[in-house]
């Protein structure tokens, strides 16, 4: 199965690179509870995950939404695709979860274990 994982800094209008593949919308502890963020930017992240949740489910792309980490074991080892992660400390997460090294080459990252394709989404 194809998985498309997103989290809340990466939620665009432009949704074809979701045809044929299963969304999943993460709470992210990163943008959630790592750090003590105020309330009303924890509830703008979710309001806002939680309408794009709507809004994919309305143009029939499959989607699942997980408010903790629990779908790290259970797509491990699914073929991933994610947009650039923009942040040290999530891309060592998610190669570390993945069990991949990631080699950037030409907006693909080829991996040993599996193939994650990797976007940069223009709007």
């Known amino acids: 199965m194809k998985i498309f994982i997103l989290y809340p800094n990466q939620l665009f209008k432009n949704i074809s690179n979701f045809v044929d593949k299963k969304v999943l ?35 029939n792309i499959p989607v699942e939404y997980f408010e903790d980490e629990s779908y790290l074991e259970l797509y491990k080892d699914e073929e991933i695709f994610v947009y ?30 599996i193939k994650t394709s990797f976007y940069i989404n223009f709007i």
């Open 84 to 113: 650039e992660l923009f942040d040290n400390y999530l891309e060592k997460k998610f190669i570390k979860t993945f069990q991949i090294s990631l080699q950037l080459k030409t907006q693909t990252l080829l991996t040993q274990k």
């Open 25 to 59: 919308l993460v709470e992210e502890p990163l943008f959630f509870t790592q750090y003590d963020f105020h309330i009303q930017k924890l509830i703008l992240h979710r309001a806002s995950m939680k309408f794009y949740e709507s809004y994919l489910k309305q143009k």
